[in-house]
């Protein structure tokens, strides 16, 4: 009974996606509607924020699908639309941030962190080779110690 009902949902939710782009939205030209869903893809839709403008049902999504739509309609290429996107909405629209100075930080940030990670383990584990982590053992200790391993042969 309950696994129909999962396998429903399923469809349902694996489906939503699909729904964003209104068939109203749609180019004739099939070359063109692909371009249209590629640069879609790339630009995040600034009310879901964590969804590309292809994939969301929000209004300013759809106005921006309308927008790529036109743009390529009136001959733009594919860096063009991206650039006058960018120009209206600012950086924060890509999905992909573009490799710049401006965003050195933001791209170089992970690599910096892991090098400081691997330098932080490399002296604790230098540290801890140098250290001398016991005390010896007394004399009775000793004596005690040869006793167990004699009985233990």
Do not use: H
């Not at 209104?22 to 869903?37: H, I, K, S």
């Not at 969301?56 to 790529?68: G, H, M, P, Q, T």
């Not at 016991?134 to 004699?150: F, H, I, M």
């Amino acid at each position: 009974m309950i696994r129909p009902v999962l396998l429903v949902l399923l469809l349902l939710f694996s489906a939503a996606p699909a729904f964003a782009v209104n068939p109203d939205e749609v180019m004739a030209d099939p070359a063109l509607e692909a371009r249209a869903r590629a640069l879609s893809a790339q630009l995040r839709c600034m009310v879901c924020q964590n969804q590309s403008i292809d994939d969301s049902n929000a209004e300013l999504a759809k106005d921006l699908r309308v927008l790529v739509r036109e743009r390529i309609k009136d001959g733009d290429s594919d860096e063009a639309v991206i650039d006058y996107v960018v120009s209206r909405y600012g950086e924060f629209v890509l999905l992909n941030p573009r490799f710049e100075m401006k965003t050195l930080l933001l791209w170089g940030a992970p690599f910096v962190l892991l090098l400081a990670g691997v330098t932080a383990m490399a002296v604790a584990a230098r540290r801890r080779n140098g250290r001398v982590t016991g005390t010896a053992l007394s004399a009775d200790e000793r004596a005690r110690l040869a006793q167990v391993l004699r009985d233990s042969e």
